[in-house]
């Protein structure tokens, strides 16, 4: 009788002690929140600030992963590792991140939808047996984040694809009023980024700016020099000479701790005579004394 409840003293014993080894468990994996990636390139692995920036979430975002199925190489997988990429960014962000998946290759009301969140189609060529099929396909994702949006599209290629999901998370996720404040030199001739089409290269560069950050256009060489409040300048090939006042002043702003990025050519081509003229703008002397040779 005695060695019965002894047996059982000890069965109830380890059965509290296998409930109390799986509350501490389960209190350490809620404090402590770990993920394996056993891929052989890491390619699930995020970076510390992809994690910085989903964690950072202050209420649920959508991801809207609008993608045509039956896509042959090398789209074939885009949709499973984009889908992936963005299960991974979720689970570092607390559950913030709602993932829809949505084909809406020729469903109007879903295209519209998709069209009118920033994915908009791209012809695609199918082989069709013995022949070549053009077709309209959607390759992209659209994120809302309150009243915000930021798109993705279209994900033609994987090698950057973590930095993209993450820049438009973090665009989409960011007040404008915290946005920085990025100047571009006007008055000696360089190009003004508001006056192109957003169908030319430098308009979408300035489309990608204007996404993350305020662009002002700075002119220079008065009393003020660079306006407070601007955080970069951006110099873009000037094609006069730019005067030693506004050279003084860009000077200034450097050595204050401004960065300035210089974006410069000595010649400009014109292909109609095809020939290059010399153009004069007089900042290799300043870049010098910055140490650029």
């Known amino acids: 009788m005695d060695r019965r409840r002894s047996l059982l003293g000890h ?3 380890q059965l509290a002690l296998w409930m109390a080894v799986a509350l501490v468990v389960n209190h350490l994996a809620s404090v402590w929140f770990v993920r394996l990636d056993l891929t052989e390139s890491g390619q699930h ?3 510390p600030a992809a994690r910085q920036v989903v964690a950072g979430l202050e209420r649920p975002l959508t991801a809207r992963v609008y993608f045509t199925r039956g896509l042959e190489a ?10 992936d990429a963005l299960e991974e960014l979720r689970a570092f962000s607390g559950g913030r991140i709602e993932i829809e998946v949505v084909d809406p290759t020729g469903d109007r009301a879903k295209e519209e939808e998709a069209q009118r969140l920033g994915v908009t189609p791209i012809q695609y060529r199918f082989r069709a047996q013995d022949r070549m099929e053009l077709k309209s396909v959607y390759m992209g994702v659209a994120f809302v984040y309150g009243d915000r949006q930021e798109v993705v599209s279209p994900i033609a290629t994987l090698d950057t694809l973590e930095y993209e999901l993450v820049r438009a998370i973090h665009v989409v996720a960011k007040p404008s009023d915290e946005r920085k404040v990025v100047g571009y030199l006007q008055g ?5 980024l508001a006056a ?3 169908d030319n290269p430098i308009g979408q560069l300035r489309e990608r700016l204007a996404a993350q950050v305020t662009l002002r256009p ?4 008065g009393d003020e020099g660079v306006p407070e409040g601007v955080d970069a300048l951006l110099v873009i090939g000037p094609q006069s000479q730019i005067p030693l006042r506004t050279q003084y002043q860009l000077d200034q702003y450097v050595m204050k701790g401004g ?11 014109d292909f109609q005579a095809m020939r290059a003229t010399e153009v004069r703008h007089d900042l290799n002397a300043l870049l010098g004394h910055f140490g650029v040779m």
């Open 218 to 221: 700075v002119v220079l060489g």
């Open 188 to 192: 000696n001739g360089e190009p003004d």
């Open 259 to 269: 960065p300035v990025a210089f974006f410069l050519s000595s010649v400009r081509p």
């Open 74 to 83: 090398p789209y074939n997988d885009h949709e499973r590792r984009v889908v």
């Open 11 to 13: 069965t109830w014993l």
């Open 196 to 198: 192109f089409a957003a």
């Open 45 to 47: 692995t995020l970076t």
